[in-house]
Nanobody, 117 residues
Framework: QVQLVESGGGLVQAGGSLRLSCAAS????????MGWYRQAPGKQRELVAN???????DYADSVKGRFTISRDNAKNMVYLQMNSLKPEDTAVYYC???????????WGQGTQVTVSS
């Protein structure tokens, strides 16, 4: 069993910054993929950024150049540094973990990010 806990969400003005953190605990394999998804009201959940064990990263086009994903493999933690935030970034942000392509997906409870105009 794996548990994911996010922190760092909040209310920020447009142009501001926030840093999200996610801690994984439980039966976590050393090799895994951790990332961030978000879901805005009335929208489908979408990938924001992904960090594959080994160092490769992937970003949604809408956040490239503004968001940076990083991870601490030893601690099974992943972070999302969000700069130059826009109102359209407002959403619930979810931490995600996957052990392998065939394995199940694990999700955190989500943390609210609200960007005011």
């Amino acid at each position: 069993q794996v548990q994911l806990v996010e922190s760092g969400g909040g209310l920020v003005q447009a142009g501001g910054s926030l840093r999200l953190s996610c801690a994984a605990s439980g039966s976590v394999f050393s090799i895994n993929t951790m990332g961030w998804y978000r879901q805005a009201p009335g929208k489908q959940r979408e990938l924001v950024a992904n960090f594959i064990s080994g160092g490769s990263t992937d970003y949604a086009d809408s956040v490239k150049g503004r968001f940076t994903i990083s991870r601490d493999n030893a601690k099974n933690m992943v972070y999302l540094q969000m700069n130059s935030l826009k109102p359209e970034d407002t959403a619930v942000y979810y931490c995600h973990l996957k052990m392998a392509w065939w394995a199940r997906d694990y999700w955190g409870q989500g943390t609210q990010v609200t960007v005011s105009s």
